[in-house]
């Protein structure tokens, strides 16, 4: 027995929003893996239970990732949790650290995914 997991997206602005979604539910409801705040101030981790995605006001769009086998879906936050958030980038419109590249919530949520493969938790 497996649930389905997602990549989801949320209307944002100047970017959309991504995160990671496993359905857990038979009312398709689940639990987002995710991070929240902004480049701004930095952000942290925001894993939360979630109802089904296309019933959000901010939904966008969801893209089928894998599948995550009962036994190992409590492993997902543990991983999760490593990849560190995104730190503070901006100080108004100053750039903090010119020679890195801007990293968002849609870099997280890759980052998460591809440590979910490699740690063979999230199987196509």
């Not at 389905?4 to 857990?24: K, L, Q, T, W």
């Not at 987002?32 to 925001?46: D, E, K, P």
């Not at 991983?79 to 801007?102: H, M, N, S, T, V």
Request: one cysteine or more.
């Amino acid at each position: 027995m497996s649930y389905n997991v997602y990549r989801v997206a949320s209307v944002g602005m100047p970017h959309d929003h991504h995160a990671i979604f496993v359905e857990a539910n038979d009312d398709q409801s689940g639990h987002i893996f995710q991070v929240v705040g902004s480049i701004q101030n930095g952000m942290t981790h925001g894993h939360r239970p979630a109802e089904k995605p296309e019933d959000w006001v901010d939904y966008q769009d969801k893209v089928y990732i894998g599948k995550v086998s009962i036994a190992n879906y409590s492993q997902i936050q543990p991983i999760c949790d490593a990849i560190l958030p995104p730190k503070k980038q901006f100080d108004g419109p100053r750039k903090l650290y010119p020679a890195e590249p801007i990293r968002r919530c849609q870099e997280w949520t890759q980052e998460a995914i591809e440590a979910l493969v490699a740690a063979g938790i999230l199987h196509k």
